[in-house]
């Protein structure tokens, strides 16, 4: 269930709905590249909330919104995502710049620059 899924709306290119982790069995996450944008929680009671990832970091509020149903979350979260689309791909191209300086490299066999330390070696 890993396959990336259609969305509900003509959505721009690199939008698409796929399970948030190897746990779920429906398309709960709204991806752009890869990093999620929007996603899908189910209530203890069966009713299900969307979530709208707008802002990263423990200082953001948190935005969810209660849906009628699973698909009209889905709408939703997609309607959303094409109100915002040029803030997501901004943010989500930061992201991965920063993924690609700080991450990529290491085990690759690059050579990264050395730490000063202070004191003897």
């Known amino acids: ?5 259609q969305t509900l709306t003509p959505m721009p290119d690199h939008f698409h709905w796929k399970p948030r982790c190897h746990l779920d069995t429906l398309p709960t996450g709204l991806f752009l590249h890869g990093e999620i944008v929007a996603s899908m929680h189910q209530r203890i009671d069966g009713a299900w909330l969307a979530r709208l990832h707008a802002d990263d970091g423990l200082d953001t509020p948190l935005v969810m919104r209660r849906c009628t149903s699973f698909d009209a979350g889905r709408k939703g979260c997609e309607l959303w995502a094409l109100r915002h689309e040029r803030a997501l791909r901004r943010k989500v191209a930061i992201k991965l710049q920063w993924i690609q300086d700080n991450v990529v490299l290491r085990g690759r066999g690059a050579q990264l ?9």
């Open 113 to 121: 620059e050395r730490q000063h330390t202070t004191g003897p070696s």
């Open 1 to 5: 269930m890993d396959a990336p899924q």
